[in-house]
C-alpha cells in the first residue's frame, strides 16, 4: 500500500472554473436531509406516525360506537394529530442538531469549514422541517379519506399545511436555541419535549371545564395551542380564514422571534462549548 | 508567498479565572513538520483551535498562510484539521463524507468526486470507499480524518493526536502519510502527540508546553540540549580489553568512565556536565569515543546511548515547570 499522498490531480477550490456556487446551507441541509433519513430514524418516526394515524382515522370513520364525531371534526381532528406530531418530531430533531453534533465529536470538523455558523443552522433547520413535510405528506391520504365527502378536502390541506409549517419553523428554531445552549444531547431533548408537553397541555383540557379571561389569554400566548384553535375556527366553526387571524400572532412571532434569535446569535451558538458567550 | 506559514505571537487564551493558553509564541514554514508537545492538559488542542478560529483568543495575534487572525474565512480555507477524538457519522460511506467535505470547500460535484477518490486511494481507503464508516476500525477512520484534512489542499495541516488509540502497524501508517504530506504537498504539518520517539524522527521543530505556557521550543537538537539532560552510554568490550579501553577513554577529559560491578565488561560514559547550547554535541562526543575505541581495535560488542532523547528533555522539562 502506498500512503504517498500528493496533491490532488485537479482543479482546486480557487480556481473560478470549478467552484460550486451552491450555498454552505444547502449544502449541509442536503446531508442533514440525508442522514436523518437514511440512518432510519425519521423512517421509524414516520412509520410509528403512520401507525397512530391509521388507528385514529380508522376508528373515526369505521367504528359506530366510536365515531360520534362529525366528519369536519374528524378531519380537524387528523389535521391536529398531524401538527402535534409533525411539530413534536421537528423539535426533537433540531433539538439533536448542535448538541448532538458536539457530543459525537462531529461539530469540530464542521466549524474549521469555511461554511459560516448561521448557514449551518439553516441547514439544519431545513433538515428537521423535513421530518413536518414528511408527516404532512403521510396525514394527506387520511385528510382525503375523511373530508372528500364534505367538500373540504382542498382548504384543509392548505391550512394544515400553512400553519403547521409556521408552527414548525417557530419551534425548529426553539430546539435549536436549546441544543446550542444544552450541555448535553440528552438534556436538550428533554428539555424541548417538556416544551411542548406544557404547550400541548391547555388543548388537552376537558372541553366542560369552565373557561374564562385568563384561558383565553394562555390560549393565545401559546403557539401550539393557538394554532390548533385557528384550525378548528376554520374547519369545524366554518369561521373565515381571516376572522380569527389574531390567532396565528403567536405562532408567528414564536417563528420571527427564535429565528431571529438564531440568525444573531447563530455565530456565537454553534460552538464546542454551550451558551452564546464569546468562545 | 513568504515560507513562513504559521505565526503565533502570545497567544493568550482565558475561560474566566482560568488560563488556557498563556503568552504562547511559535513560527512554522512550508514543508515542516511541527511538533506541538505536552502533558495532557498543557494546551496543545486550545493552541490547535486558536489557530484553525474555532476559539477566539483572550489577547494575542496569528496569522495563517499570511492571512491574519480576524480573515477567519481565508484561515479557513487555508487549513486542514483533524480534531482530536474526531467524531465520523456512522450512517455515510467514506466517499461520501470526503465528498461532502470537498463541496463545503466550493469544490463541484465532479471535482468533489475525484478529489474524494484519489484521496482515499493516497490513505490506502479506495477499496472501503464505499463502506459505511461504521464498519471501519480505528486506524481507517483516522485515514479517513486525514484524507478529509486534506480535501481543500490546504497550506497549514493541523493533526491532533492523529496516532492516538492505533496500533505500532497504524502508528507507522499514520506517520508515514505525515511524511507524505509535508514533502510532496510542501504543507506545514502542526502535529500535536504523546508519541515523542516518532517526533524525534519526523519533526524538524517542536514546541513543548506545559500549563499553557511554552517551556521550550526549536529543533529538536536544540530542545534537549535546553533541558540540560546529561547524556550517558554503556559500552561492552571483551573482558580482557576492559583496562585498554579505559586507557583510550581517558583521552577523552569530558567523560567519566565507570566499570559496573556485576558486569565488569560494561564501561558507563558520562559527560561530566551537559552542553548548553550544544545542539546534538553531546551526541558527538559519544560518538567520537567510540570512534576511538574501535580504532584501537577493540571490538564493541554492545553500545546504548541513554539520557539524550527528546522524551528525557520533555519528562525533564515538564517536571521542572510542575515543581
Request: aromatic fraction near 6%; include cysteine; charged fraction near 15%.
Amino acid at each position: 500500500m502506498t500512503l504517498q499522498v500528493a496533491p490532488p490531480d485537479v482543479t482546486t477550490p480557487q480556481d473560478e472554473a470549478v467552484v460550486d456556487r451552491q450555498s454552505g446551507w444547502v449544502l449541509v441541509a442536503e446531508q442533514e436531509t440525508r442522514d436523518l433519513w437514511t440512518s432510519g430514524r425519521g423512517l421509524i418516526l414516520l412509520f410509528l406516525f403512520s401507525i397512530l394515524l391509521s388507528g385514529v382515522t380508522y376508528l373515526t370513520s369505521t367504528n359506530q360506537a366510536l365515531n360520534f364525531l362529525e366528519q369536519r371534526e374528524s378531519v380537524n381532528l387528523v389535521l391536529q394529530l398531524a401538527v402535534a406530531v409533525g411539530v413534536l418530531v421537528t423539535l426533537v430533531v433540531s433539538a439533536d442538531g448542535i448538541s448532538g453534533e458536539r457530543e459525537r465529536g462531529t461539530l469540530e470538523s464542521l466549524l474549521v469549514t469555511p461554511v459560516s455558523r448561521r448557514s449551518i443552522i439553516a441547514g439544519k433547520l431545513i433538515a428537521a422541517l423535513t421530518m413536518w413535510f414528511a408527516t404532512f405528506g403521510i396525514t394527506i391520504p387520511y385528510v382525503w379519506v375523511l373530508a372528500r365527502d364534505v367538500g373540504i378536502l382542498g382548504q384543509a390541506l392548505a391550512l394544515g399545511f400553512l400553519v403547521g409549517t409556521l408552527v414548525a419553523i417557530g419551534l425548529g428554531s426553539v430546539g435549536l436555541l436549546i441544543s446550542g445552549l444544552c450541555n448535553s444531547n440528552k438534556t436538550s431533548i428533554v428539555a424541548s419535549i417538556f416544551l411542548l408537553l406544557i404547550l400541548f397541555a391547555p388543548t388537552q383540557l376537558p372541553s366542560g371545564l369552565p373557561q374564562g379571561g385568563f384561558f383565553d389569554v394562555l390560549l393565545r400566548a401559546n403557539p401550539v395551542a393557538s394554532a390548533l384553535a385557528y384550525i378548528s375556527s376554520v374547519l369545524v366553526e366554518g369561521q373565515s380564514w381571516t376572522e380569527d387571524l389574531v390567532l396565528l400572532i403567536t405562532p408567528l412571532l414564536t417563528a420571527i422571534i427564535a429565528g431571529g434569535a438564531l440568525v444573531l446569535a447563530g455565530e456565537r451558538l454553534v460552538k464546542l462549548t454551550p451558551g452564546v458567550n464569546a468562545g | 508567498m513568504t515560507s513562513m506559514t504559521v505565526e503565533a505571537v502570545r497567544l493568550t487564551k482565558h475561560y474566566g479565572d482560568r488560563s488556557a493558553v498563556e503568552d504562547v509564541s511559535f513560527t512554522a514554514s512550508r514543508g515542516e513538520i511541527f511538533g506541538l508537545l505536552g502533558p495532557n492538559g498543557a494546551g496543545k488542542t486550545t493552541t490547535i483551535r486558536l489557530l484553525t478560529t474555532v476559539l477566539s483568543p483572550t489577547s494575542g495575534e496569528f496569522s495563517i498562510a499570511g492571512h491574519p487572525s480576524t480573515a477567519s474565512a481565508e484561515i479557513r480555507r487555508s487549513v486542514g484539521v483533524l480534531p482530536e477524538s474526531s467524531g465520523y457519522p456512522a450512517h455515510q460511506t467514506g466517499g461520501e463524507y470526503l465528498r461532502f467535505f470537498a463541496r463545503l470547500y466550493g469544490l463541484s460535484r465532479g471535482v468533489a468526486r475525484t478529489v474524494a477518490a484519489e484521496l482515499l486511494a493516497a490513505v490506502g481507503l479506495d477499496d472501503r470507499a464505499e463502506s459505511l464508516i461504521s464498519s471501519y476500525s480505528r486506524g481507517m477512520r483516522q485515514r479517513l480524518g486525514i484524507a478529509r484534512s486534506l480535501v481543500n489542499d490546504p497550506v497549514v495541516v493541523f493533526l491532533d493526536e492523529p496516532t492516538l488509540g492505533l496500533d505500532p502497524a497504524g502508528q507507522a501508517q499514520v506517520l508515514e502519510i505525515i511524511r507524505g504530506i509535508a514533502k510532496n504537498r510542501d504543507a506545514t504539518v502542526v502535529l500535536s502527540t504523546h508519541l515523542l520517539p516518532e517526533v524525534e524522527q519526523v519533526c524538524s521543530k517542536v514546541v513543548i508546553l506545559n500549563h499553557g505556557r511554552v517551556i521550550v521550543s526549536g529543533s529538536v537538537g536544540e530542545v534537549i540540549s535546553t533541558a540540560l539532560i546529561k547524556q550517558s552510554a554503556q559500552l561492552r568490550v571483551p573482558l580482557d580489553l576492559v583496562e585498554r579501553a579505559r586507557n583510550v577513554l581517558a583521552g577523552f577529559p569530558d567523560l567519566t568512565v565507570d566499570q559496573l560491578m556485576e558486569q565488569p565488561d560494561v564501561l558507563t560514559l558520562a559527560m561530566d556536565r551537559p552542553r548548553a547550547g550544544a545542539g546534538s554535541g553531546s551526541s558527538d562526543l559519544m560518538n567520537a569515543a567510540l570512534a576511538a575505541i574501535t580504532a584501537a581495535g577493540i571490538p564493541v560488542l554492545r553500545y546504548e546511548l541513554e539520557g539524550a532523547r527528546l522524551s528525557d528533555a520533555f519528562l525533564k522539562v515538564t517536571s521542572e515547570a510542575v515543581a
